[in-house]
């Protein structure tokens, strides 16, 4: 069972830092940098990027630290979900996308699978396009619990306790999104 908001020892280090100390800042830093980072890496997949947007998003935390409302969830989610977005909208950018494709090609196989990846890329654009659009035209509940799940990656508890219903209400709930969601391509498509 995961802890309570009661029991979000961060809390109080984020909001220390919200009001501009730097002792709690450091804490919260050295308590919290590696699992922030193992988060970022496994997105990102490259080392140098994952140290870059380490710093990004403890500067981000630096900024945006009044931001946090314990009531709304707790402490290590808030960090996680800045630290996400930052690594997704990385991704997505331009800078990022051209930083690969200046990478020198070694091998035929190189100039195969970049062809390949621009195709899926394609198609990966299109299919979220769709997605999206069928995404929001869900009930409000569906759509917030699947962003929570999806996009910020909080885990079914993390989203029980913050939203303050049952697990099983949530699974049903993000089941049915998907069926809709699903629903929606596929009537799309015919």
């Known amino acids: ?25 450091r804490e919260l830093y050295d308590r919290t940098r590696r699992f922030v980072f193992s ?3 496994r997105l990102i997949g490259d080392q140098s990027e994952a140290e870059e947007l380490l710093q990004e ?8 630290a009044s931001n946090f409302d314990r009531s709304r ?20 950018s331009a800078a990022f996308r051209a930083s690969t494709l200046q990478q ?5 196989k ?15 654009v299109q299919r979220d396009a ?10 409000p ?15 079914y508890p993390e989203i029980s306790e913050t939203l303050g219903i049952p697990v099983n209400t949530l699974k049903t709930w993000i089941r049915r999104a998907i069926i809709e969601v699903r629903n929606g391509i596929e009537g799309d498509q015919e």
Do not use: C
């Open 1 to 25: 069972m995961s802890p309570s908001r009661k029991d979000d020892t961060l809390a109080p280090l984020l909001e220390g830092v919200a009001r501009g100390n730097r002792k709690d800042f």
């Open 39 to 41: 988060r970022i890496l």
């Open 57 to 64: 998003t403890y500067v981000r935390i630096w900024k945006n």
């Open 73 to 92: 969830g707790r402490a290590i989610t808030w960090i996680s979900a800045l630290a996400r977005k930052l690594t997704i909208n990385r991704i997505r």
């Open 104 to 108: 020198p090609i070694e091998f035929e």
């Open 110 to 124: 190189d100039i195969i699978d970049q062809g390949t990846d621009v195709e899926l890329s394609m198609i990966n």
């Open 130 to 139: 769709e997605i999206s659009k069928h995404v929001q035209s869900l009930r």
């Open 141 to 155: 509940q569906y759509r917030q619990v699947l962003e929570m799940s999806y996009v910020q990656g909080l885990t």
